[in-house]
């Protein structure tokens, strides 16, 4: 089974220029994450998406960052413009779907993009 | 405010020394826990979870992990660890969404 797939794995930009990734979840998998993880902390969960609707963005900087996934498969997430505190890996996850508070179903990771601002 | 703690930011071991990382959350209401692990050059992977039931849970490799719920604590134990075993540790937390604590690194001494 094809894991989540994430491009580009690295990126070095400066600030105030606009950045974009791409997120390919496993086949069939209805819910999709994007985290954020600054170096030296844990992934932080910026957009849950449920198919092509959004679940929470609740911790989504919505004036700079945006993300969609219009056919509910591949996702992209954009910064617009980058700050220096944007530096960070960027997590995709997937699982098979369900939302909330019991949600059984395991989160599997891609192997993330490296963002770096200048 | 939910939040998730893990006490060690790094702990070196020697092969076959006991393991033990904490993990503590804040939040009184029902939770899903969970242990990720990340070797390095490679992905964030699940280790064990616990939804219910025995508190004492199995994963991958040996390990297992502890709900104490009076504590709020979810500690991951193996008695004895390996050179591979050297990774970051990540405790989650799923209270509606997922929160991650901060990592502990372990390195593990041949």
């Known amino acids: 089974e094809a894991g989540v797939a994430q491009s580009p794995r690295y990126k070095i930009i400066e600030k105030r220029q606009s950045v974009a990734f791409w997120c390919n979840p496993i086949s069939g998998h209805a819910t999709l994450y994007w985290y954020q993880q600054i170096l030296g902390q844990g992934p932080k969960l910026l957009i849950q998406f449920q198919n092509n609707g959004v679940v929470d963005d609740s911790q989504l900087p919505k004036d700079r960052f945006s993300a969609e996934r219009l056919k509910g498969v591949d996702s992209t997430l954009k910064i617009q413009p980058a700050k220096l505190e944007d530096s960070a890996v960027y997590l995709c996850?997937?699982?098979?779907?369900?939302?909330?508070?019991?949600?059984?179903?395991?989160?599997?990771f891609g192997p993330g993009t490296r963002l770096t601002v200048l | 405010a939910q939040s998730v703690s893990q006490h060690n930011h790094h702990v070196i071991l020697s092969e076959a020394a006991s393991l033990e990382l904490g993990c503590n959350y804040s939040y009184g209401g029902t939770v899903n826990l969970f242990w990720y692990v990340q070797y390095p050059g490679q992905h964030l992977q699940l280790l064990l979870k616990?939804?219910?039931?025995?508190?004492l849970v199995k994963g991958i490799k040996g390990f297992e992990a502890e709900f104490i719920k009076s504590k709020f604590s979810f500690n991951l134990r193996k008695p004895s660890v390996q050179w591979s075993d050297t990774a970051e540790y990540f405790c989650a937390v799923r209270f509606g969404d997922m929160r991650f604590g901060a990592g502990t690194r372990l390195t593990v001494k041949p």
């Open positions: 996850a997937s699982s098979l779907g369900g939302a909330g508070i019991l949600d059984y179903n395991e989160q599997f």
């Open positions: 616990y939804f219910s039931g025995d508190p």
